[in-house]
T-cell receptor, first 111, second 113 residues
Framework: GENVEQHPSTLSVQEGDSAVIKCTYS??????FPWYKQELGKRPQLIID?????GEKKDQRIAVTLNKTAKHFSLHITETQPEDSAVYFC??????????FGTGTRLKVLA | SAVISQKPSRDICQRGTSLTIQCQVD?????MFWYRQQPGQSLTLIAT?????????ESGFVIDKFPISRPNLTFSTLTVSNMSPEDSSIYLC??????????FGPGTRLTVT
């Protein structure tokens, strides 16, 4: 069935360094790829997304890249700050509203 | 985005009982969804709440266990029936604002003893 793999499961970086989280999807019909940030005890928040007709999208310190051929997409966070510490989830959908979520990455930014 | 609220925010329930969770949105939305997030895990879609018709359930979830109502375009309820400790989770509603983007409610933390 449809599946989204996410790596790594945990990631520790020094403040100011970059962090990269990678996801691979199985459904070739997937055409929308959101990323959510979930802080402890809070709801998942949409931080950035990308559609299949775009290869890269940036929003300040975060960016997402998409490789449709390889069926993978990545989240890039530059100049990490302690407030970036959270669990990040990728997801994929073919536009039917049904999201398939990755397993999550716990990012810890060390001050 | 939309302002989404859920009630209750948390509850502790005894096994065998049922709990109904409410999700309210401040604007009309076409699609509403219910997810479960078990401790330390990812999000799993339970069902799509359809206005005016029966909810669409995902594999592994059944209406008898998780009955859902959607009386209008701003409100939905999820009932967790005949609860067992394995139902202890966070239950989140989400709404689709556009064709793709979904926004989540604050969640209901359920503990079954």
């Amino acid at each position: 069935g449809e599946n989204v793999e996410q790596h790594p499961s945990t990631l520790s970086v020094q403040e100011g360094d970059s962090a990269v989280i990678k996801c691979t999807y199985s459904d070739s019909a997937s055409n929308y790829f959101p990323w959510y940030k979930q802080e402890l005890g809070k709801r998942p928040q949409l931080i950035i997304d990308i559609r299949s007709n775009v290869g890269e999208k940036k929003d300040q310190r975060i960016a997402v890249t998409l490789n449709k051929t390889a069926k993978h997409f990545s989240l890039h966070i530059t100049e990490t700050q302690p407030e970036d510490s959270a669990v990040y989830f990728c997801a994929a959908t073919s536009g039917t509203y049904k999201y398939i979520f990755g397993t999550g990455t716990r990012l810890k930014v060390l001050a | 985005s939309a302002v989404i609220s859920q009630k209750p925010s948390r509850d502790i329930c005894q096994r065998g009982t049922s709990l109904t969770i409410q999700c309210q949105v401040d604007s009309q939305v076409t699609m509403m969804f219910w997810y479960r997030q078990q401790p330390g895990q990812s999000l799993t879609l339970i069902a799509t709440a359809n206005q005016g018709s029966e909810a669409t359930y995902e594999s592994g979830f059944v209406i008898d266990k998780f009955p859902i109502s959607r009386p209008n375009l701003t409100f939905s309820t999820l009932t967790v029936s005949n609860m067992s400790p394995e139902d202890s989770s966070i239950y989140l509603c989400s709404v689709a604002i556009s064709s793709y983007e979904q926004y989540f409610g604050p969640g209901t933390r359920l503990t079954v003893t």
